[in-house]
T-cell receptor, first 114, second 112 residues
C-alpha cells in the first residue's frame, strides 16, 4: 500500500526566503506526482504535475523535482511571499488498474511572515 | 482554470436526514473522484468513476453512495446522516491525457 510522507509538517519563514518542502513515497511504481496548494476551508489548487518519466517541472517561482527510484520529490519556492502562506500537499498517482487515483501526504503548513 | 463545481458549499443538517452533495464539471473529463478530509487531516479517496455507469469504492470505507449517469455529473448521497459524517467532501476530475486532477471548492458538512 502506497504511503506518502511530507516533511516538515509546518514551516514558518520570513518573506523573501527560498524554501524546500519534501515529499517521500514508499512504492516507486507511480504514474505521476502532483503538488497542490490548499487555503483554509477551500479546495485544492494544482501547482505542478510531474509525469513518472520527468525529473522536474517549473512554474514561475515554483520548481518541483522527482526522483522516482529513491521515492522522493521536493517543491522549491523561490523568494517566498506572504501570499504563499497555505498548506502544500503532495500526491502520488498509481498506475495499473488504479490509473488516476491519488494518495496524499498529510501536508506542510507554510507561513510566510512580512 | 478548472471548471468543477460543488453545491452546497456549506450544509448543517440533523441526524437521520438524507442528503445529496452535487458535483459537476464542464471539461468533459471521464474520471471523477470524491475525497473526504477531516480538519487538519489528509485527504482520503472514498469513491471514483472512470465513466458513465462506472463507480468504485475508494481506499477509505464510506457509508455514502455515488452515481454516474452523465459524464459531467457525479453526485454523492448519504441516506441517513450521522455526526460521524461531519467532514469536508472534495470532488475532483481528470482527463485521459495526463491524469492531472482538478478539484472543486468542497462541501463542508456538519451533522448535528
Amino acid at each position: 500500500k502506497q504511503e506518502v510522507t511530507q516533511i516538515p509538517a509546518a514551516l514558518s519563514v520570513p518573506e523573501g526566503e527560498n524554501l524546500v518542502l519534501n515529499c517521500s513515497f514508499t512504492d516507486s511504481a507511480i504514474y505521476n506526482l502532483q503538488w497542490f496548494r490548499q487555503d483554509p476551508g477551500k479546495g485544492l489548487t494544482s501547482l505542478l504535475l510531474i509525469q513518472s518519466s520527468q525529473r522536474e517541472q517549473t512554474s514561475g517561482r515554483l520548481n518541483a523535482s522527482l526522483d522516482k527510484s529513491s521515492g522522493r520529490s521536493t517543491l522549491y519556492i523561490a523568494a517566498s511571499q506572504p501570499g504563499d502562506s497555505a498548506t502544500y500537499l503532495c500526491a502520488v498517482g498509481t498506475g495499473g488498474t488504479s490509473y488516476g487515483k491519488l494518495t496524499f501526504g498529510q501536508g506542510t503548513i507554510l507561513t510566510v511572515h512580512p | 482554470e478548472a471548471d468543477i463545481y460543488q453545491t452546497p458549499r456549506y450544509l448543517v443538517i440533523g441526524t437521520g436526514k438524507k442528503i445529496t452533495l452535487e458535483c459537476s464539471q464542464t471539461m468533459g473529463h471521464d474520471k471523477m473522484y470524491w475525497y473526504q478530509q477531516d480538519p487538519g487531516m489528509e485527504l482520503h479517496l472514498i469513491h471514483y468513476s472512470y465513466g458513465v455507469n462506472s463507480t468504485e469504492k475508494g481506499d477509505l470505507s464510506s457509508e455514502s453512495t455515488v452515481s454516474r449517469i452523465r459524464t459531467e455529473h457525479f453526485p454523492l448521497t448519504l441516506e441517513s446522516a450521522r455526526p460521524s459524517h461531519t467532514s469536508q467532501y472534495l470532488c475532483a476530475s481528470s482527463g485521459l491525457a495526463d491524469y492531472e486532477q482538478y478539484f472543486g471548492p468542497g462541501t463542508r458538512l456538519t451533522v448535528t
